[in-house]
């Protein structure tokens, strides 16, 4: 290797970190870094200009005191660097730093003996030579040196710098003094003294060294680990906020396109009205400015014939002229075309609920607890936790987060919620589910969606379970002998059964206790609870009465109602609005609260057959056609909207809807008579559920349902006995 290259690596080692030359008197910082001792007092000196106490070390930036003598000359020099500095001085002929050690005339020296570990001068060299004792010894030039020469130079042996022990390497190390000596040493100045070989006392202190080296390359590992982190989470927050602001600037991009396209179309449709209404007033201006010339020309031509007033002339055209004035002076005048007033009005101004959230939640670590749970139920306040946390995974609190929830039906459509900030880091949402099905749950913390969001939330749906059933077939009282009609009051519960062929209502309790009976002249067909809890029946006769009791069974009065043919069921609206369904004209009919006027009168289109039940709910009425095995739909206004169910034994299908009613978990539930059961739809007709078994066996087929306040379902067979009840 040509030896140019490591002097030139010396020297790179060598240099001063503050004058970036060759170091002079290097001295070593505690931080471990050296330089000139010259460079230190100027830093220091600098500092103190400037009225500071401490100097930072220009490597590491630690800081230091600077001392009260103001100058570091009592730091410990670097061993290391002065031995790199004597053997960089062999490479620079310009400077005389190494003396003969073998005489004491002082000359340079010119070689060096690696047996005698001594620099010697031409003169010395040539007697080293001619000494057999030495003429073997390995020596070399110090203008010849080569690359391993320079190595073995700066590895050799130090010497003793007490007077007179200069020919002496420090070859002991004193354990009470903690310093290197040579052998000298040992007898005149450490003699009582804990003696150990340098090089055994060298290695046990390499030991420590080592761990404690290796501490600190633990430390430095973890901090560089710790520096990679950091780098990527300032990359990450670089990527993030330029992420964010181009979010912002497509979102006030697409505003604006959004805006100039809107502008466009306004102009378009002021364009229209301009040329409009231009066209109104050319087609005005026409109208006049012909009449206006039709007039001149016949002005211009009269007033010449009487300015010439030749007698002949006038008497041959008076009575033309006569006769185009009167036409002209009848034309009809073309009235004036007035403009509307356009105004441009601005009912919304643009309100942008935009804002920028700098905080320490990461949306990516945060944590909805409890949002899975297998046992939400509809109609069932349920609640869940939503936790942020920031990047190392603590909970924490920011008060600028926007926590956002969406929870959308089965039916698409917003679910409220409830979000309660408990200022720690959890979130509280509340929510009520009103139907059953699967749910689509959304989680947004500052507009990021959770791991794991959207999540499915399967609502469970209520069961009705049976409970007890009453009445028996007879004529005794709490006997029945051919159910007709059943309903309920929201009032007290009581139970009304139109008893058909005895010719009565009987009432029940809600436990199904017989109260009392309201006998009548003739069969009940339809029985019904007002809203201040009466009970209005239905007999069909030739006035078509309607007969209203109290519940303590006291007549009140009679509805005749002309606008009714043939009636068939009767239910109240909670208006108080009567609903009849009516068997000759096939019409749904819809009285005023007393009976006494007819309010609408509508049919489905398209269907000769009748409808048998009307109920009305959240402003539409859901009516059973039992032979056309449907339940059609219409809206508040009459108009028919859609059906729900066909013919079939499929679930959803019917054979002979009948009785229908809404529970309080908004479902639409209908009796289907042939096929033994209750079928459970959603308002939009989805099909939920069904309650089927053996309390449907036997004859005892569903055909008219009701439901009381408390939510129990009360279903009763066609010209059956019993009643079944469901909680």
Not at 18 to 30: G, Q
Not at 122 to 141: D, I, M, T, Y
Not at 455 to 484: C, D, M, P, T
Not at 557 to 566: F, G, R
Request: aromatic residues 8%; glycine residues 4%.
């Amino acid at each position: 290797m040509d030896v140019q290259q490591p002097f030139k690596n010396l020297k790179k080692e060598a240099e001063c970190p503050l004058c970036i030359e060759t170091v002079k008197n290097p001295k070593t910082l505690p931080c471990l870094h050296s330089f000139c001792l010259e460079c230190l007092d100027r830093h220091a000196n600098f500092a103190r200009r400037q009225l500071k106490a401490t100097i930072k070390c220009p490597v590491c930036q630690t800081s230091f005191q600077i001392p009260e003598t103001y100058t570091f000359e009592n730091l410990p020099s670097s061993f290391h660097l002065n031995r790199l500095v004597d053997v960089l001085a062999l490479e620079d002929a310009s400077v005389q730093s190494q003396r003969c050690n073998s005489c004491d005339e002082n000359n340079t020296a010119t070689c060096y003996c690696f047996v005698c570990q001594d620099f010697l001068c031409a003169s010395c060299f040539e007697a080293h030579q001619r000494l057999k004792a030495s003429r073997g010894h390995r020596n070399v030039l110090i203008d010849k040196l080569q690359a391993q020469d320079v190595q073995e130079l700066i590895h050799r042996p130090v010497m003793c710098s007490q007077q007179f022990h200069e020919d002496q390497a420090l070859e002991f190390y004193c354990e009470d003094c903690k310093v290197l000596i040579c052998h000298k040493c040992t007898v005149v100045s450490h003699d009582r003294h804990s003696k150990t070989d340098t090089q055994k006392a060298a290695q046990e202190q390499r030991m420590q060294m080592s761990d404690a080296v290796a501490k600190v390359k633990a430390e430095m590992v973890r901090y560089e680990s710790e520096i990679k982190k950091q780098t990527d989470l300032r990359n990450k927050s670089k990527v993030e906020i330029l992420n964010e602001e181009k979010k912002m600037t497509d979102t006030v991009e697409k505003l604006i396109r959004d805006l100039r396209e809107h502008e466009r179309k306004m102009k378009d449709k002021f364009r229209e009205i301009y040329e409009a209404e231009q066209k109104h007033h050319a087609t005005r201006l026409e109208n006049f400015e012909l009449v206006a010339t039709q007039l001149k020309s016949c002005f211009e031509r009269c007033q010449s014939i009487l300015d010439r007033n030749f007698s002949v002339e006038i008497l041959q055209t008076n009575h033309a002229i006569l006769g185009r004035c009167n036409e002209l002076l009848n034309v009809r005048k073309p009235d004036l075309y007035m403009s509307p007033h356009v105004h441009y009005l601005v009912e919304k101004k643009l309100d942008l609920m935009d804002r920028v959230v700098v905080t320490k939640t990461d949306p990516s670590k945060c944590l909805a607890e409890g949002q899975d749970s297998k046992e939400v139920k509809e109609r069932k306040e349920t609640y869940f936790v939503i936790v942020t946390k920031d990047s190392e995974e603590f909970q924490c609190y920011q008060q600028d987060d926007k926590i956002k929830v969406n929870i959308l039906t089965p039916e698409g459509d917003q679910l409220k919620t409830d979000i309660k900030d408990t200022k720690d880091g959890k979130y509280t949402v509340t929510y009520t589910p009103q139907d059953a099905g699967q749910h689509r749950l959304e989680i947004l913390v500052n507009g990021q969606p959770l791991t794991g969001s959207p999540w499915i939330v399967q609502i469970n749906q209520h069961r009705y379970q049976f409970a007890f059933q009453l009445g028996s077939e007879g004529k005794g009282q709490g006997k029945i002998y051919g159910i007709h009609d059943i309903d309920v009051s929201d009032k007290t519960g009581t139970i009304a059964v139109a008893d058909s062929r005895n010719n009565r209502i009987q009432l029940f309790s809600s436990e199904g206790k017989f109260r009392r009976e309201i006998k009548l002249d003739v069969i009940p067909s339809s029985v019904t609870f007002t809203d201040s809890g009466d009970l209005m029946t239905l007999v069909p006769s030739s006035d078509n009465k309607l007969r209203v009791f109290s519940e303590e069974g006291y007549f009140i009065k009679h509805i005749n109602d002309k606008h009714l043919d043939k009636p068939h069921h009767l239910s109240i609206a909670s208006d108080g609005r009567i609903i009849i369904t009516d068997y000759v004209d096939k019409k749904i009919k819809v009285l005023s609260p007393d009976g006494n006027d007819l309010f609408q009168s509508f049919s489905a289109p398209d269907c000769n057959k009748f409808p048998f039940f009307a109920i009305y709910h959240q402003n539409k009425f859901f009516v059973s056609y039992f032979f056309a095995y449907c339940v059609k739909v219409f809206d508040k206004r009459g108009v028919y909207l859609h059906d729900i169910g066909c013919k079939g034994s499929n679930d959803g299908q019917f054979d002979g809807p009948g009785g229908l009613v809404i529970d309080k978990y908004n479902q639409l539930i209908v009796c289907d008579l042939r096929n033994h059961r209750l079928q459970l739809f959603t308002l939009s007709g989805t099909f939920l559920s069904k309650i089927d078994g053996q309390y449907f066996k036997n004859g005892n087929r569903p055909y008219y349902v009701a439901i009381n306040s408390g939510g129990s379902l009360v279903v009763g067979g066609f010209l059956n006995s019993r009643i079944s009840v469901f909680h």
